[in-house]
């Protein structure tokens, strides 16, 4: 199936609601595998490795958000067949709703971080358990290296930004490197910030 085109580059999440739509990692893995491609639920639950029941809420949530949308509708052996897609190939978080200094936007911040490592970490973990059963099915051995790193360092601020343009770049490099004719997806995530502690003096535990 060759790679589609999405309606838009950005897709702005300006309210609550659609923000926890998103915050469910399953509905995060359908919205990156629509963004590749338009599919119908059958190929989705394919993809993921779960039947098509489980999906239909999930896909409906997504779609009444304007997360998705049909790109394409055909009658199959009596059946109407729907095909989704993304509407966006990216998305972004108005920064209204990320305010540090609410408890709202505390409580989104708190959505936000563990959606993205919930949806990570259940991606790596189907990814490893589906090339394990390939394997166990004849599939050809191509050995492959996961990269799990967390690193600290003390480093200039100067070289601090430095660091963070380049990881733009790289990010960007990423993306644009989307290929239609390569069958092979890779994930990648990346959390780049300033690690601040309490001072012994003025602590919350004081």
Same mark, same amino acid.
């Given at each position: 199936?060759?790679?589609?085109?999405?309606?838009?580059?950005?897709?702005?999440?300006?309210?609550?609601?659609?923000?926890?739509?998103?915050?469910?990692?399953?509905?995060?893995?359908?919205?990156?595998?629509?963004?590749?491609?338009?599919?119908?639920?059958?190929?989705?639950?394919?993809?993921?490795?779960?039947?098509?029941?489980?999906?239909?809420?999930?896909?409906?949530?997504?779609?009444?958000?304007?997360?998705?949308?049909?790109?394409?509708?055909?009658?199959?052996?009596?059946?109407? !067949?729907?095909?989704? %897609? @993304?509407? +966006?190939?990216? #998305?972004?978080?108005? &920064? $209204?709703?990320?305010?540090?200094?609410?408890?709202?936007?505390?409580?989104?911040?708190?959505?936000?971080?563990?959606?993205?490592?919930?949806?990570?970490?259940?991606?790596?973990?189907?990814?490893?358990?589906?090339?394990?059963?390939?394997?166990?099915?004849?599939?050809?051995?191509?050995?492959?290296?996961?990269?799990?790193?967390?690193?600290?360092?003390?480093?200039?601020?100067?070289?601090?930004?430095?660091?963070?343009?380049?990881?733009?770049?790289?990010?960007?490099?990423?993306?644009?490197?989307?290929? !239609?004719?390569?069958? %092979? @997806?890779? +994930?990648?995530? #990346?959390?780049?910030? &300033? $690690?601040?502690?309490?001072?012994?003096?003025?602590?919350?535990?004081?």
């Amino acid at each position: 199936m060759g790679k589609k085109s999405v309606n838009s580059s950005l897709f702005v999440i300006d309210n609550l609601e659609t923000l926890k739509v998103i915050a469910d990692p399953l509905r995060w893995q359908i919205l990156e595998l629509l963004v590749l491609n338009a599919m119908t639920v059958k190929e989705l639950g394919e993809k993921l490795g779960l039947a098509p029941s489980k999906l239909y809420y999930h896909i409906s949530q997504l779609e009444e958000h304007g997360l998705v949308s049909i790109a394409e509708t055909r009658i199959v052996s009596g059946i109407i !067949e729907k095909r989704y %897609q @993304a509407t +966006a190939e990216a #998305i972004d978080i108005d &920064p $209204a709703l990320l305010s540090f200094s609410t408890d709202a936007g505390r409580d989104n911040i708190h959505t936000v971080l563990l959606a993205t490592i919930d949806a990570t970490r259940e991606d790596l973990l189907r990814s490893l358990q589906a090339r394990a059963f390939e394997l166990e099915q004849g599939a050809a051995q191509q050995p492959r290296h996961v990269l799990v790193n967390r690193a600290l360092s003390r480093i200039p601020e100067e070289q601090a930004e430095e660091f963070k343009h380049r990881l733009k770049e790289l990010i960007q490099e990423f993306s644009a490197a989307d290929a !239609e004719d390569a069958d %092979q @997806a890779f +994930a990648l995530t #990346i959390a780049y910030y &300033p $690690a601040f502690y309490y001072r012994d003096i003025g602590s919350p535990s004081s």
